[in-house]
């Protein structure tokens, strides 16, 4: 961790959480995540050596608490107190991104894993009813091993499948990848995103309507942009 050695509270605040990839993770913590597998998915880039160095920093700063199991092997990772604190902050850079930071979006930054885990945490999975629903997307400007992905849901909980579950699809969605990037980062009103024909959904009526329901987007994507798209 690197000091900035000053007594300033902000200049100790800082050294904690504007280290690299500290604020999203604080971000997928606060989101629900727990499992280190979940955080790794959170942050792509990051290796699995650094994110374990980190939460390991994190720990012994009292920023979150590490809990295992009696007889489990496998750990779960939890914001402390002091930990839930700086979620406003990260609440409040992403308020800040969404006013002010540019909307395009350069080739690094179109990142299907970060897509798909966001849709994953995010959505609501009884939005089509208490039985079980599948939701098919196609991203037809993809390599073919990467086009079809699909989202199961069942209960309260929603699981990205990499194969065909086998059971009938609720609703089929097909776009590029750019697009439902904007779409659920709030750049394009999924109104939009249909009326223009960068974003197809199939199915009945019913499962058409509980579409935005079902991605369940964030109140950052409701943020409106200072700067012209």
């Not at 939009?192 to 959904?201: K, M, P, T, V, W």
Request: net charge neutral; with cysteine; proline share 6%.
């Amino acid at each position: 961790m690197r000091k900035y050695g000053q007594f300033c509270p902000v200049a100790k605040a800082a050294e904690l959480f504007c280290e690299r990839w500290t604020p999203l993770i604080i971000r997928d913590l606060a989101a629900g995540a727990t499992r280190f597998s979940e955080l790794q998915r959170g942050v792509p880039l990051m290796s699995p050596t650094l994110l374990s160095r980190r939460l390991r920093s994190l720990e012994a700063e009292g920023i979150v608490e590490r809990r295992k199991s009696p007889g489990n092997r496998t750990a779960t990772y939890h914001l402390t107190p002091a930990g839930m604190e700086f979620a406003p902050l990260v609440e409040a850079l992403g308020i800040w991104g969404r006013r002010w930071s540019r909307r395009d979006l350069e080739e690094g930054e179109i990142d299907l894993g970060l897509l798909l885990w966001s849709i994953e945490r995010f959505a609501r999975a009884d939005a089509f009813g208490q039985s079980r629903s599948v939701v098919e997307l196609s991203l037809f400007d993809q390599p073919r091993n990467k086009q079809l992905w699909w989202f199961l849901n069942e209960g309260r909980s929603c699981t990205l499948c990499t194969e065909d579950p086998g059971f009938e699809v609720t609703l089929y969605l097909s776009c590029t990848l750019p697009d439902i990037i904007h779409v659920v980062r709030g750049d394009m009103t999924l109104h939009r995103a249909i009326s223009e024909d960068r974003l197809e959904a199939i199915g009945c009526r019913a499962a058409q309507d509980a579409l935005e329901t079902w991605l369940n987007l964030g109140p950052l994507a409701r943020v409106e942009p200072a700067l012209p798209a």
